[in-house]
């Protein structure tokens, strides 16, 4: 008996710790790392913009992608979810990659650009970003940053539940969304329920307003 009640014990122990490590230590790793990509983006917009010195190149450099793969690219910030409230975008929506911020979905369209602009986050777990998802509501914005300029994107639709194999909803006019035709939009998706994967919440929103980085943000 003594020894089914010391399993028992060594068991709920280990059951509090990893309950801690998913709420709390992956939560602490991910704002780090976040934190790190915000200003390792930050330093590259502020070369990137520096006076230049010297000749130009002989022979500029070949077009590439347009962000290599796990490359942080803009900022997103949504008020709705607090003042304080920004993440980084990188490119690609892997796994390890939405340990670091916000992924964007490949080939689909960069901020400010005709299509669809498709964002994914986690709704729990490392740094919950999009814990709140559920309070979006339409009228609401969300702004994105990149190196010269802010795109303002405002919400037409509360968030809609759909199945994972709905990839239609990130489509250049996406699937179930309010828009018919061509146009600058963002899709937003995370997962649902809360602390499962079964399903995904969307949102989409369209750009309503860009300007210049020099001027004061929307």
Excluded at 103 to 112: D, K, L, N, W
Excluded at 170 to 193: E, K, Q, W
């Amino acid at each position: 008996m003594r020894t089914f009640s010391e399993i028992c014990l060594t068991a709920g122990t280990l059951i509090v710790l990893f309950v801690a490590y998913v709420l709390l230590w992956t939560g602490v790793k991910a704002d780090h790392a976040m934190a790190d990509e915000r200003d390792r983006l930050r330093e590259r917009w502020a070369a990137s913009t520096a006076p230049r010195t010297g000749p130009p190149a002989a022979h500029p450099p070949a077009p590439g992608p347009a962000h290599p793969r796990g490359t942080a690219f803009a900022e997103m910030y949504v008020p709705r979810f607090g003042p304080d409230w920004v993440k980084p975008v990188l490119e690609g929506t892997g796994t390890e990659l939405l340990k670091k911020g916000l992924g964007h979905y490949e080939g689909t369209a960069q901020p400010g650009g005709t299509g669809n602009f498709a964002v994914a986050g986690h709704r729990r777990t490392y740094g919950d970003p999009f814990k709140d998802f559920p309070e979006l509501r339409p009228g609401d914005t969300v702004l994105v940053k990149d190196a010269t300029r802010w795109y303002v994107y405002t919400v037409r639709n509360k968030p809609l539940r759909t199945l994972p194999t709905e990839v239609g909803v990130v489509a250049p006019v996406p699937a179930r969304s309010p828009f018919t035709g061509p146009g600058r939009y963002l899709t937003l998706t995370t997962c649902d329920p809360e602390w499962g994967h079964s399903h995904r919440l969307v949102v989409w929103a369209e750009l309503t307003e860009t300007r210049p980085v020099g001027r004061a943000s929307p």
